[in-house]
């Protein structure tokens, strides 16, 4: 039921095919990937699994915003790896930045107990 929904909804009847097609005509240029990985670090460090990348759900979504794109998303291994580390970097230089600039710096954490004992 819910997957002929979904087939329904993909249906070239559902989506303007003018700009589809033109989105699959778009070329993907080295520096452009680059900025979308990176995104996509960002995107996949804020509480989602990794392996989101790998589901085919999320490959569809992406083929659907950027054709390109959808052919070289990187491995949840890349971006456990060698994105997360640049993304880890460049974090880590605008803390320092902000530090070295201000005299006065307060910490607020937010977190919380669950029932466990265990801090989110």
């Given at each position: ?75 949840a291994k890349a971006l456990?790896?060698s994105l997360l580390d ?22 607020l954490s937010d977190g ?9």
């Amino acid at each position: 039921m819910i997957k002929d929904i979904f087939v329904h909804l993909s249906q070239p009847s559902a989506l303007s095919s003018d700009s589809t097609s033109q989105k699959e005509n778009q070329t993907l240029n080295g520096e452009t990937k680059k900025n979308i990985d990176m995104k996509l670090a960002n995107f996949s460090i804020a509480l989602y699994s990794l392996r989101l990348v790998e589901s085919e759900a999320f490959k569809e979504f992406v083929k659907a915003l950027n054709p390109s794109y959808a052919s070289v998303i990187p491995c949840a291994k890349a971006l456990s790896g060698s994105l997360l580390d640049q993304h880890f970097n460049k974090c880590s230089t605008t803390i320092n930045e902000i530090l070295e600039s201000h005299t006065n710096l307060t910490l607020l954490s937010d977190g919380w107990t669950n029932i466990r004992g265990v801090i989110s």
